[in-house]
């Protein structure tokens, strides 16, 4: 059985492949230049908090007295216009706290900025660690990272842990092995909006970045998670994609945890990656949610590390 790296096994190859790598050298990632990048679009959920597109990921603002609390903060090259546009709509001189929901590129952009202005900087201890090393986000070209000190969370949890900012309690959780293995999501449940992170996706087929811990039974795991949180009244923020409803949600967790069922049965019979694909596990699903060779790829390959073939 091939057997997916272990975290240690995975950072001494990515640590000896790219020593020399630092953070200036993103620019080997195809960017979103700025003449061809689409317009920070704000969507205001109520009188203190909007939700942000544009800038590769939805990133919520949260204000208040003391600033924003800003849940993501986008690609690196989108920063500069995501932070303003942030400032504007919010009508506010600063962000007080940006909170990483996981260690990819389009929610970690902004880390260096935030963090040069005195932005505290708080994620799940797991994605801190990611930041230190250069890793490659399935599907994108070249690596990432690692981020300089000082541009990695300054504060981070390990399970839930509750802060109250502008007035408001939010509450953050972990969402175990999912998307990566450091997987948080923000549940304000005075406003009745749960900021999910990279666990959901409303805009094609989600990533699983089994390198860094993710795995599709975690992604239905953290799915269920999430649409328990969830009353008919909760808006859903997506890391990308418009916002969804609880029953949308949970069409989506039945969806996954259908494909996971499939996936392991075919696994069990032995078959690998391009036989997976050719057997069309997402059949019914792809005329909405588009190609999936990447995603079943992905989730097919993550299941190697939690079951055996011919178990
Ligand atoms: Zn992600």
Known sequence: MQKTPDRREFLKTALCASAALSFSQLAIRPALSRDRAPAIAPNRLNDHLVVLSGAGANCV?????????????????????????????????????????????????????????????????????????????????????PLPPKARPSETLYSEQKMTFGGEQVEYGYLLQAHTDGDIFAFLRESNVLVAGGVVSNEGWPVIDYRTGGWIGGLVDGLKTLVSLADDHTLIVPANGPTLTKAELEAQRAMYATIFDRLQKLLRKGMGPDEVIAAAPTQEFDAKWGDSTQFVTLAFKSMWGHFAPDA
């Open 61 to 145: 603002a949260v204000h208040g007295p003391e600033g924003v609390l800003l849940l993501d903060g986008g690609l690196e090259e989108r920063s500069r216009d995501l932070v303003k546009a942030v400032l504007k709509e919010t009508s506010s001189r600063r962000v007080h706290t940006l909170v990483n929901t996981h260690w990819h590129p389009e929610q970690t952009g902004s880390n260096e900025r935030l963090a040069k202005a005195g932005a505290k900087i708080v994620a799940h201890e797991n994605t801190r660690l990611w930041l230190g090393y250069p890793l490659q986000e399935p599907g994108r070209q070249g690596t990432y990272g």
